[in-house]
């Protein structure tokens, strides 16, 4: 009796041990506060740690990115974790050199693809482009309407942090071409503030496009955006956000943001990843049609500063998506 009564206890242990052995650390390339992707990949993660019962711990890389393959090589010589995960079009090659160090480590790569990812390598990015056309044909339709701010040129404005390869190969020409699905004489003005967390130089680069004829702006640009915002609303021109719903900071001047929903795209590759089940030496691409990118629809303000007909062009230019019948970069 007391023998299997001490079995009993010795397997509880065991799989509750197994249940917790799983290890993910998450280095964050800059900081969590503040930066909205993050917040949500962070959300993601926890609720994924919760739900399968692995231990979690997130490391802020700082905004010097001399730091970041240094701190991920670092994390993978200590061998205490079964997954490192880390961000952003900066380090593919990174990933890749510390894999090859640690070739026993898995590793995730989140928004950036390794088109030729080692066995141990896992990565995984969002297409960027499906977003950027579908605030490029919402600008469209700001551009060519009556509405209070609009003026009679065709122009609308693209504001990045920083010029990189998937702004230029992927989400500039897809604003474009979203833009000219409503207008083919639409035209796109460019400008790249050289920083993520420049705000006066932001505003700066806004005052010129919009004193050039823009009437919409996209903001890709990190806090460089904020400089953007104040402008418009100084001089009565519109804004589009992305990634989270900032519209409620100035409504009626951020008539719409792009919706990046990057907590279930995390959660969803952990409990793969925790499970067995994660194809480690590939990729993923989602959008749209996989539930992760989207837009300001249902906001009350979105839904009182624009009209019924944009709305619905809008819904179908998603439900074309869903069905593959898009695409952005054509």
Same mark, same amino acid.
């Not at 007391?2 to 280095?27: C, H, W």
């Not at 993520?196 to 932001?202: R, S």
């Given at each position: ?17 197994? $249940? ?53 090589i670092s994390l993978a010589? /200590?061998?205490?974790?079964?997954? /490192?995960? &880390? %961000? ?13 160090? %640690? ?34 044909? %919402?600008?469209? @339709?700001? *551009? ?11 122009? #609308? ?5 920083? /010029? ?22 639409i035209e796109l003005v ?19 496009? %919009? ?6 702006? @996209? &903001? ?19 804004? #589009? ?5 900032? #519209?409620?900071?100035?409504?009626? *001047? ?13 959660? +969803?590759? @952990?409990? +793969?990843?925790?499970? $067995?089940?994660?194809?480690?030496? +590939?990729?993923?691409?989602? $959008? ?18 624009? &009209? ?23």
């Open positions: 009796m007391k023998r299997s009564l001490l079995l009993t206890v010795l397997l509880a242990v065991v799989f509750a041990s197994v $249940g917790l052995s799983y290890s993910v650390v998450l280095m964050i390339t800059g900081e969590v506060a503040g930066n909205p992707i993050y917040e949500m990949m962070v959300a993601g993660a926890e609720e994924a740690a919760e739900e399968a019962g692995f231990s979690l711990r997130v490391v802020e890389g700082g905004y010097n990115p001399a730091d970041w393959e240094p701190t991920v010589s /200590i061998g205490q974790y079964d997954l /490192i995960v &880390t %961000f952003s079009e900066g380090m593919p090659e990174s990933v890749k050199r510390a894999a090859n160090i %640690f070739p026993n480590q898995k590793f995730v790569l989140m928004e950036a693809v390794i088109e030729d990812p080692p066995p141990n390598v896992y990565s995984f990015a969002f297409r960027d482009e499906e977003m950027t056309y579908l605030a490029g044909f %919402f600008a469209g @339709l700001v *551009t060519t309407s009556d509405l209070p701010c609009a003026n009679p040129q065709k122009k #609308i404005g693209l504001l990045a942090g920083d /010029i990189y390869p998937a702004m230029t190969d992927r989400m500039s020409p897809a604003y474009i071409n979203g833009a000219r699905a409503v207008d083919p004489e460019f400008s790249a503030v050289g920083s993520w967390a420049d705000p006066a130089k932001g505003g700066e680069l806004a005052q010129a496009q %919009f004193e050039h004829g823009v009437d919409i702006l @996209l &903001t890709i640009a990190g806090g460089s955006g904020v400089g953007a915002i104040e402008k418009a609303v100084a001089m009565n021109k519109y804004i #589009i956000g992305v990634n989270a719903n900032i #519209i409620h900071f100035a409504p009626g *001047t951020i008539l719409a943001c792009t919706l990046k929903h990057a907590d279930i795209a995390m959660k +969803s590759v @952990l409990l +793969s990843a925790e499970a $067995g089940e994660l194809e480690f030496g +590939s990729y993923d691409k989602w $959008g749209i049609k996989e539930g992760v990118l989207g837009f300001t629809l249902d906001d009350p303000n979105f839904l009182a500063n624009v &009209t019924e007909e944009m709305v619905e062009r809008l819904k179908e230019v998603i439900s074309a998506f869903e069905r593959d019948e898009i695409d952005p970069l054509e």
